[in-house]
């Protein structure tokens, strides 16, 4: 019988790996010329980039789209059902879906091939009509070190090498933190530092927790944050004198001490829905909060005072209810889309709050790369849109073809001078380097 709170090493679960050798991988990569170099190169490993602020550093991309939006030049197929973004490192592409009710862990290679999957845990199902066609993984995968995190539906955090899937150690994070299946199921991305993973099992014995990311075993575990699960993914950022950990709960946001776990402090969030899903957005001592169904949006400024910090809130407003589309800090502005209460795209001032411009489209999420915003609407329409306060400016947009039903929820990825937009069963890569139009006329 199995011991709660014992690190378990994989024993029983199936893992497929369908091998590729390196001398092939280089063979296939010496064939496909410069642009898979390219690919190699840029490295997206995990959930918003290696820091989180979801803004790509290429550049050299188109700053405007023909008629048709950019050149489709792959599909990758058989992703089955889910919301997991794709995360692009070590020469792999890597995602999450669910087959025949079983999640998975894939991992292509940058020609579309599939090099191995393996599985992690089971399926989150609800009989909530509102959520029940919901389903499938949420978390994508995140690649450090030479090793894949991911944390399945119902709690389960594995590790697995990145170039086998082999897996390495897993725990059972319900299990062992007396945790209650979410009402959505587990969706956030972990997070790295250091020697460091952190993860959120919201349990009575460790809502937040830290662990040695190459032995699996627990570092801390903080029992003091109130409320329910959040649905936020951690943002490791320096703040208030401390190196924090950053998430947030049903009813508050918060930030931990990422050495000891301590909690430094609270601020209530309080939603229509007691759900939070955005993350914070931390830049000097600053944290930008934004929370859907109908909150708004604020702005701290965290201070140091004695063994804690002190959160002061700048400004507040009902602009930014963003959803869970995520929001982007460029140039001392942010530009994302609001749910209920602002519903549409926006542009507001970072110290001010003020709004600087709004688009009434569908709400969505959002990345970053070379100057624009890449959107990508709810119902699948893409837009190229100039990153600029001045307004709002459309530079391309087109229909993302289905990849199975339910919305487009996955956040868009810029890395290689490819786009990547993940739909249901399918992950769609579109050439946007800014040579690519001349090639196609």
């Keep these: 019988m199995k011991k709660k709170g014992k690190l378990k090493i994989m024993r029983d679960q199936r893992n497929i790996n369908i091998p590729v050798a390196a001398a092939v991988m280089a063979i296939i990569l010496f064939l496909s010329g ?125 590790a697995f090498d990145s170039k086998t899937g082999r897996e390495l150690w897993h725990r059972d994070l319900m299990e062992e933190f ?45 029992t003091e944050i109130p409320g329910a699960e959040g649905y936020t993914s951690p943002v490791i950022a320096e703040a208030g004198g401390y190196r924090q950990v950053f998430g947030a709960s049903a009813v508050c946001y918060y930030g931990a001490d990422a050495l000891t776990g301590k909690l430094l402090w609270t601020v209530s969030v309080r939603n229509q829905q007691l759900c939070n899903i955005p993350d914070v957005i931390v830049h000097n001592d600053y944290v930008f909060i934004a929370s859907g169904y109908g909150f708004g949006s604020m702005l701290l400024r965290l201070k140091a005072s004695g063994n804690g910090v002190v959160p002061e809130k700048v400004w507040q407003s009902s602009l930014m209810d963003n959803h869970h589309g995520g929001v982007i800090l460029h140039n001392g502005f942010l530009y994302g889309s609001g749910h209920r209460a602002s519903r549409g795209w926006h542009c507001i001032d970072f110290m001010t709050g003020k709004q600087r411009w709004k688009a009434a489209n569908e709400e969505g999420c959002i990345t970053f790369a070379d100057g624009m915003l890449y959107t990508l609407e709810q119902r699948g329409i893409m837009r190229l849109v100039s990153a600029t306060p001045d307004k709002y400016e459309v530079k391309g947009e087109f229909r993302v073809p289905p990849g199975g039903r339910d919305m487009y929820w996955a956040h868009p990825v810029v890395c290689g001078k490819r786009l990547y937009i993940r739909h249901a069963n399918k992950i769609f890569v579109y050439d946007i380097s800014a040579g690519s139009q001349k090639k196609i006329q």
């Design 34 to 158: 410069e642009d898979v170099a390219a690919q190699v190169k840029c490295e997206w490993p995990g959930f918003h980039g290696r820091d989180r602020t979801n803004k790509s550093t290429e550049t050299g991309l188109l700053k405007e789209w023909p008629a048709n939006g950019p050149k489709l030049v792959m599909t990758i197929e058989g992703l089955g059902e889910g919301y997991s973004s794709v995360a692009i490192a070590d020469g792999l592409i890597y995602t999450a879906g669910s087959v025949k009710n079983q999640p998975w862990i894939f991992a292509f290679n940058l020609q579309g091939k599939l090099v191995w999957k393996s599985m992690n845990g089971k399926a989150w199902s609800t009989s909530s009509p509102w959520a029940s066609s919901y389903t499938g993984p949420r978390s994508t995968p995140l690649c450090n070190d030479g090793i894949v995190y991911h944390l399945g539906e119902m709690g389960r955090l594995a």
């Design 178 to 222: 007396g945790a209650a299946v979410p009402e959505y199921g587990y969706a956030e991305s972990v997070a790295a530092d250091g020697d460091k993973l952190y993860v959120r099992p919201a349990g009575k014995k460790g809502h937040q927790i830290c662990i040695n990311k190459k032995t699996g075993k627990l570092v801390w575990a903080n």
